[in-house]
C-alpha cells in the first residue's frame, strides 16, 4: 500500500510540472511586431522556438515607453534572457532581462 501511496504522488508530481523555459529570446508587441491579433491594443510578447505568445507577469511599458523610436517595443524587436512557462497559449514569465 505504500508503494502504492507513493507511485501514485510521483505520477501526480510530475504530471503537474511545466518545464520551465530559460533562454535569450525576442521581446517586443505582439500587435505591432508579431502580428498577434487575439488582444486589443498593445501587449508585450516573446518568441519561442519561432511561436509568438503574450506575456503574463510583466507589461509592454515596464521596459520603458512602448512608442520609443530607438527602444520601444511597438518600433522595435529586442532581446532578453526570458524565464516562465507556456501555459494556455500564454508565456507565464517569471523574469526577463533586457540584454540589448
Not at 9 to 23: R, V, W, Y
Not at 68 to 96: L, S
Amino acid at each position: 500500500m505504500k508503494k502504492l501511496i507513493v507511485l501514485s504522488l510521483l505520477i501526480f508530481a510530475s504530471c503537474g510540472n511545466k518545464k520551465e523555459i530559460k533562454q535569450i529570446a525576442e521581446i517586443s508587441c505582439g500587435q505591432c511586431q508579431f502580428e498577434l491579433d487575439s488582444e486589443t491594443g498593445c501587449s508585450l510578447a516573446v518568441k519561442v522556438d519561432d511561436k509568438a505568445y503574450f506575456v503574463d507577469g510583466f507589461g509592454i511599458d515596464d521596459f520603458g515607453d512602448a512608442h520609443d523610436k530607438h527602444t520601444g517595443f511597438c518600433e522595435v524587436v529586442r532581446k532578453a534572457e526570458i524565464a516562465g512557462i507556456i501555459e494556455e497559449g500564454r508565456f507565464k514569465a517569471t523574469a526577463i532581462k533586457l540584454v540589448e
